[in-house]
């Protein structure tokens, strides 16, 4: 198994721009989430989905969009970059329904936007 | 809102001492409290985890203890090695109507000095 992976690892993007960040997962998990961690600080939750076609809000979606149209994957979507977005990007994948719901975390990419 | 109080943000200690780190949470219906560990640059990993029907559980030179009364729990490091150096988050999960809620700590930085 893979895991989860992230591309890609690093980015940089003017302000405007637009880009998605790849997030596929191979453990067959049914819930699926993007952090954002800025530096020297904790995680925020940007969007999750329980499922392929369930996507929903966490706490900082603003600027964001995602999809989940396949259980591996769950791009997230960056519309008209702005500085405040300069961040290092976390995908996370679990079972939802099991007894087990510890997050799996991709790698991680770390995107600047100037 | 729902959140997770963690403290100490900084910890140091000296290799081979103790080193614990508290959480506090707020929502009543967590029933899952995962704790995880980043190395600088890298992601976060899943180190150890506790159930609510659980009062504490131990893995090697890790423990965690939960307080359900008090909504507290700890994670418990002992014979620290300069490799446990690192930022600890915990978090508290629950598996409410609207999906799976997960809410982190803001995060310890240790430092195990050799």
């Known amino acids: 198994n893979a895991g989860v992976t992230q591309t890609p690892k690093f980015r940089i993007l003017k302000i405007g721009q637009s880009m998605t960040l790849q997030c596929t997962q191979d453990m067959n998990h049914n819930y699926m989430y993007w952090y954002r961690q800025d530096p020297g600080m904790g995680l925020k939750l940007i969007y999750y989905?329980?499922?392929?076609?369930?996507?929903d809000k966490g706490e900082v979606p603003n600027g964001y969009n995602v999809s989940r149209s396949t259980t591996e994957d769950f791009p997230l979507r960056l519309e008209l970059a702005a500085p405040s977005q300069t961040s290092v990007y976390f995908c996370a994948s679990s079972y939802g329904d099991r007894e087990n719901y510890g997050y799996t975390f991709g790698s991680g990419t770390r995107l600047t936007v100037v | 809102g729902e959140n997770v109080e963690q403290h100490p943000s900084t910890l140091s200690v000296q290799e081979g001492d103790s080193a614990v780190i508290k959480c506090t949470y707020s929502?009543?219906?967590?029933?899952?409290f995962p704790w995880y560990k980043q190395e600088l640059g890298k992601r976060p990993q899943l180190i150890i985890d506790i159930r609510s029907n659980v009062g504490e559980k131990k893995d090697q030179r890790i423990a965690v203890t939960l307080n359900k009364t008090a909504k507290h729990f700890s994670l418990h490091i002992t014979e620290t090695q300069p490799e446990d150096s690192a930022v600890y988050f915990c978090a508290a999960s629950n598996r409410g109507t609207g999906g799976f809620k997960t809410i982190f700590g803001a995060g310890t930085r240790l430092f195990v000095k050799a």
């Open positions: 929502d009543s219906a967590s029933n899952y």
């Open positions: 989905s329980v499922g392929a076609g369930i996507t």
